[in-house]
């Protein structure tokens, strides 16, 4: 459950047999190009449209006005959206090719490792576009909201393996911290939002529809381990995770990246 080869007798996750682990090495394997094709098109498309993130440093005691924030550095958006296309890409590549027997054993232990270890880069930045598009671009904002964030997925990580097959009982404690940790970065956009003079309303559909998207990860786990339906199945829920990413990262790639040509 840390790392170590699974004995021959430990229990294996419901699903989780050689036909469904062959078919989810095709789906990784179609992910891996997909992602990838996505990435190359947005860098050959983008523009040089970059968002500014600054930086307001104290400068005096306690008390002291804050100055005006200043530019610190320019992110491309066609970069930033690339990255996180590639990401998903490199991780599905390497699930279906050389991590293959690491990530398969995993499965048969209720666990993937390979996927927490993906959304907690790619899915922080994806956070982040949506925090600079809604004018969030403050340094110290923006690592407090990374950090956020990284804590939500790796809460995740740790349901899965605290709650390995056989268990006696499963706990959702790691889950409902998890959803604690990952509502911070929301409210925090929300709070942008609707504090806003103006808003172009590509942003409101950016916000609301990856808004349930991200939601829609931690019902497939609370489905996963509530084992309602087809979700008793773990092959199924990983198979739902799989769909899930390819979508969420899609739709936020070409609606920022439309949003870029807007601007």
Not at 16 to 40: E, F, I, M, S
Not at 169 to 192: E, K, Q, S, Y
Request: charged share 10%.
């Amino acid at each position: 459950m840390t790392g170590t080869t699974r004995p021959r007798s430990a229990p294996v996750a419901t699903g989780v047999d050689d036909a469904r682990l062959a078919g989810l090495r095709r789906w990784n394997l179609v992910l891996a190009v997909l992602h990838a094709a996505q990435a190359v098109a947005v860098l050959l498309l983008a523009s040089d449209f970059a968002i500014t993130v600054t930086s307001s440093f104290p400068a005096g005691p306690p008390g002291t006005p804050v100055p005006a924030p200043e530019p610190l550095v320019d992110v491309g958006v066609g970069a930033a959206i690339a990255v996180f296309l590639a990401l998903a890409a490199v991780d599905h590549a390497v699930t279906a090719t050389v991590g293959r027997r690491r990530y398969e054993e995993d499965l048969r232990g209720g666990l993937n490792r390979f996927r927490w270890l993906e959304y907690s880069l790619s899915s922080t930045v994806m956070v982040l576009l949506i925090c600079a598009y809604t004018g969030i671009t403050g340094l110290a904002a923006l690592i407090g909201i990374a950090g956020a964030n990284v804590a939500m997925i790796l809460f995740g990580w740790l349901q899965e393996l605290v709650n390995p097959p056989g268990r006696t009982r499963t706990t959702m404690l790691p889950f409902w911290f998890g959803c604690v940790a990952g509502a911070a970065p929301w409210v925090a956009i929300t709070a942008n939002i609707l504090g806003a003079e103006q808003i172009p309303g590509f942003v409101y559909g950016i916000f609301g529809s990856l808004f349930v998207f991200f939601t829609s990860f931690a019902v497939n786990q609370w489905l996963q381990y509530r084992q309602l339906g087809p979700w008793r199945s773990y092959a199924y829920g990983e198979r739902a995770y799989l769909v899930l990413s390819l979508v969420a990262k899609s739709a936020l790639a070409w609606q920022v990246f439309a949003g870029s040509l807007a601007t």
